[in-house]
């Protein structure tokens, strides 16, 4: 079978013009150009992501290590009141 193109041919459906081929290379070139735009488009795209994803990442990081600081702080102050609770309990009468 031959493309659609080819069946518009003033030749024999046998023998495609040169025209023909020619008009498909050309289609073909253009096609690749929109394509190798594309992957152009979608690499910058890729590194822009990148780069997004790895500021998040250190901010998630930051916050984290906060979160932990900030629940270490609060044990040690819970053990502390605890603590003094159970000295005031002991040195009563």
Known sequence: LLPP???HSP???????????????QALQR?????KTN????EEEV???FEENRALDEA???LLC????????RSER???ASNSTKVKSTNQP
């Open 31 to 35: 096609d690749k150009e929109i394509l």
């Open 11 to 25: 030749f024999p459906p046998s023998l495609p013009s040169t025209v023909a081929l020619t008009e498909q290379v």
């Open 5 to 7: 193109s080819l069946h």
């Open 39 to 42: 992957l152009n488009k979608a």
């Open 78 to 80: 819970k053990h502390s």
């Open 60 to 62: 998630n990081k930051r």
């Open 66 to 73: 906060l979160l932990e600081k900030e629940q270490k702080h």
């Open 47 to 49: 590194k822009l992501l």
